[in-house]
């Protein structure tokens, strides 16, 4: 564990994207705690999953964009100045060794400045965009990512077979065993599985709620569809 929690001192009146439901929660609750060597922050599509996660990279030194914290470069720069106001709380005496913030969007632009560097090497020793979108995620996380390390994930499900999920989740579970961080943002009901972790619901209205893997909606949702698939698209084309 590097960073113990995250908070918000200062809430500006108003403006994006400080007038965001989970933002005035962040500030409301004191912040948030990162009890577990895994955070996984779950909610629906606009909830501002994603808007938090980068935050807390920036805060953390991360380049917006993705990348390492050593990563200097911008496409559009459109992220949110959310990070310049939050607080991360460190765990005294411990530092990453390494560290890595993977942002599904903007993975191509990351792929193509690894190129631009010649650091492929780090990386399986093929170019990333010689690979599928699923098998570059895996080759990051494989081969990059390392012992110690602090790894924020923004939807790394997004590029994602079954079954590299699943690798995904063994990698972290093996990561996390010699020492490494990860705060993940997810609607993946396998990601959400990850051994050592708690699980924050973000509603719309903003409310951050820890909840049990069984009670998140992602995975309630998709036991339901599974369950019985006619029921629930006979339910869905009537409606």
Known sequence: MFIKAVRLDDLPASGYPFDLPVVRALHTRGGLRLPTP??????????????????IAVAAGFNPEGGTTAFNFATRATE????????????????????????????YNVATEIDQLGATGSYGGTSLHERSHGESFLDLATHRFGPGGLYLL????????????????????????????FVI???????????????????????????????????????????????????????
Request: charged share 20%.
């Open 38 to 55: 895994v955070t996984l922050l779950a909610g629906d599509n606009g909830s501002g999953k994603s808007t938090l996660i980068e935050a």
């Open 80 to 107: 949110s100045t959310l990070g310049g106001h939050l607080t991360l709380s460190r765990v005294p005496g411990r530092k990453p060794r390494t560290g890595f913030f993977l942002r599904a969007e903007s993975f």
């Open 154 to 181: 923004d939807e790394p499900e997004a590029a994602l077979s079954v079954n590299g999920c699943l690798a995904l989740l063994l990698r972290i579970a093996e990561l996390t065993a010699l020492g490494s961080q």
């Open 185 to 239: 943002a997810t609607h993946s009901p396998i990601l959400l599985a990850c051994p050592d972790s708690a699980i924050f619901e973000i509603g719309t209205d903003g409310a951050i709620t820890e909840v049990s893997y069984d009670q998140a909606e992602a995975v309630a949702l998709t036991r339901t569809f599974l369950a019985d698939p006619g029921r629930m698209l006979r339910y869905l084309l009537n409606d």
